[in-house]
């Protein structure tokens, strides 16, 4: 009778213990995730947010700035190219204006600002950390005669030289910085005859050119020493992009054009888009595929009555013979970008992919699960107490259980 009683009470005890394992399982990984949802804000996508703009690092690394909408302000990461994100961090001080992921090592993030007095005013800003913290550079950019720093408009870096960021601005022109002296030093690209530019972007092609889309037209440069007026068809394009030695540019007319010399001579490769009786066609955006140079994909707005809207958004696979309507633009995008061969676009309506969805990969149990791709230290630190507690109500020797067995 003795001996049933034992073999009874060991395997309610196991029975016990299994239970106890799971329920710690289940709500150390409930932690887990609670702690991804509040701490770290975790957004199911950025379709319905206030995004500025957004810069991708490779491996599926994007980063997204969001200001002044429904979710909180600050710097948001994906690992999945986009299907999910999370805040990381507050950003800089300051009303940011771009944002660019270092090359290399994707912890590093330069921002820049809105400008303002020069007693006043950090305009430049690094974080070292992914954007959880921010510092600004231990020099600024020279002002204005009227004691105004410019807002920074634009950053670049050179892949094939990743020390060097090139920072465009409203007003002062370009300049290169050297990021292994940590901002230290400066030079003015193209000297004190192009220290007026109103630059609205830079982009980095072959040969260490830079391309500075201005509002006086497209320039290049391919010491630093001076900037190079580039022939356009028609009027000054609206948006650019470039891989190895092919130049693309959109122009407000909608018209879409081919370079394959540097921007030197030009190809008209679209423009045969819907368009309204009652309403000016536009195109306002435009990316090329930096794995595939002959996936191209513009967006289109109308100009009613001098109000934008949304137009479509349309791509080629082969350099402009053949385009295919990828869908219609939620709100007027301000700027594509296409990243394992999907494309997305800003606007300001937030972040939207377009075309066929990417499914997220289901490699495991992780996945399965539904847990972060990327966790925190105090995730993991959650993840280890769990796993460890769990293993102790398993496997351990505890007081209690010795108790529950030498009773009666």
């Known amino acids: 009778m003795h001996t049933w009683q034992s073999r009874v009470r060991t395997g309610l005890l196991r029975i016990i213990r299994s239970i106890l394992f799971l329920i710690t399982l289940v709500l150390g990984t409930t932690a887990v995730m609670l702690m991804g949802e509040t701490s770290g804000l975790a957004l199911a996508d950025l379709s319905n947010a206030s995004v500025l703009t957004v810069t991708t690092a490779g491996d599926g690394v994007m980063f997204a700035v969001l200001q002044n909408g429904p979710q909180a302000d600050g710097i948001y990461r994906s690992d999945d190219r986009g299907l999910t994100w999370r805040r990381v961090g507050a950003g800089p001080n300051g009303v940011m204006t771009t944002l660019v992921a270092h090359p290399i090592n994707d912890a590093v993030l330069f921002a820049g600002t809105e400008g303002g007095p020069v007693t006043a005013t950090n305009n430049l800003w690094r974080s070292d950390d992914g954007g959880k913290t921010w510092h600004e550079f231990f020099i600024s950019l020279p002002a204005h005669p009227d004691g105004l720093v410019p807002a920074v408009t634009a950053l670049a870096i050179d892949p094939t030289q990743p020390h060097k960021l090139f920072i465009g601005t409203a007003g002062l022109g370009v300049y290169l910085f050297d990021i292994g002296d940590n901002g230290l030093g400066y030079s003015l690209v193209g000297g004190v005859s192009a220290h007026r530019m109103q ?117 080629t696979h082969d350099i402009g013979r053949e385009w295919v309507k990828v869908g219609e633009a939620k709100g007027v995008i301000t700027q594509l970008m296409i990243t394992n061969g999907r494309v997305y676009g800003v606007s300001s309506t937030g972040l939207t992919p377009y075309g066929s969805p990417i499914q997220p990969a289901q490699n495991g149990i992780w996945d399965r699960l539904g847990l972060p791709a990327y966790l925190t230290s105090a995730q993991v630190l959650v993840m280890m107490a769990t796993l460890g507690l769990a293993s102790i109500i398993l496997f351990g020797r505890l007081e209690w259980v010795r108790s529950l067995q030498t009773s009666s």
């Open 199 to 315: 630059v609205k972007d830079l982009v980095i092609g072959e040969r260490n050119r830079v391309y500075a889309l201005t509002e006086a037209g497209l320039f290049v440069t391919g010491d630093g020493q001076a900037w190079h007026d580039l022939p356009f068809p028609v009027e000054r394009p609206v948006d650019v992009t470039v891989t190895g030695n092919s130049l693309y540019a959109a122009a407000e007319s909608g018209e879409v054009y081919h370079s394959s010399d540097g921007g030197q001579t030009w190809s008209q490769i679209g423009d045969n888009w819907p368009a309204l009786s009652e309403a000016r066609l536009q195109a306002t955006a435009i990316s090329v595929d930096q794995d595939n140079p002959n996936h191209v994909v513009v967006s289109t707005a109308y100009n009613i009555g001098g109000q934008l809207v949304g137009g479509s958004i349309y791509e």
